[in-house]
T-cell receptor
């Protein structure tokens, strides 16, 4: 099956700085790569996603890049704010299953 | 729309007890899944369903049963609870896109289960 690895597991940044989270996947058939944000005690919620036929997607301060050849994709958050503090999960979709990374705990220091 | 509704929110069980976690969605999604979330391990798939009457095992299915008699409901049954099943459980649903392309998963609010 698919194997998704996510790094780093924890990340601290100063408010206003950028944060980058990276994921790799193993199955070249994976075709959809969502990113979820989970605040403490809450459910995961989609913040951005990208399909395998697209290299980059941006939504305000959040962007995702995908390198199919290298099988890795990254989440970029610019101008970080304290409300960006949360756990972020990447995932890869293969067939009818999602495979999640182990999560990155992001802390934005005011 | 209520989205994905899970009950209960919290549950404490004794070892050996059985229980059912309820999950319902009102978005007419074909796909439904159960995940468990443990510290440092992300979300691991327990069981999933691609439609009413169809279920399959995920990554960590042992000790759990599911059924899908309707599109809306996907209950998860713990047959004989063990301390190793202490976790946070999430139900999720998403619609099916042609060609098995991925679609956004919508999660329930989670069930925090403790087995003592």
């Amino acid at each position: 099956g698919e194997n998704v690895e996510q790094h780093p597991s924890t990340l601290s940044v100063q408010e206003g700085d950028s944060a980058v989270i990276k994921c790799t996947y193993s199955d070249s058939a994976s075709n959809y790569f969502p990113w979820y944000k989970q605040e403490l005690g809450k459910r995961p919620q989609l913040i951005i996603d990208i399909r395998s036929n697209v290299g980059e997607k941006k939504d305000q301060r959040i962007a995702v890049t995908l390198n199919k050849t290298a099988k890795h994709f990254s989440l970029h958050i610019t101008e970080t704010q304290p409300e960006d503090s949360a756990v972020y999960f990447c995932a890869a979709n293969t067939g009818n299953q999602f495979y999640f990374g182990t999560g990155t705990s992001l802390t934005v220091i005011p | 729309n209520a989205g994905v509704t899970q009950t209960p929110k919290f549950q404490v069980l004794k070892t050996g007890q059985s229980m059912t976690l309820q999950c319902a969605q009102d978005m007419n999604h074909e796909y439904m899944s159960w995940y468990r979330q443990d510290p440092g391990m992300g979300l691991r798939l327990i069981h999933y369903s691609v439609g009413a009457g169809i279920t399959d095992q995920g990554e960590v299915p042992n000790g759990y049963n599911v059924s899908r008699s309707t599109t809306e409901d996907f209950p998860l049954r713990l047959l004989s609870a063990a301390p190793s099943q202490t976790s946070v459980y999430f139900c999720a649903s998403r619609y099916r896109r042609t060609g098995e392309e991925g679609t956004e998963a919508f999660f329930g609010q989670g069930t925090r289960l403790t087995v003592v």
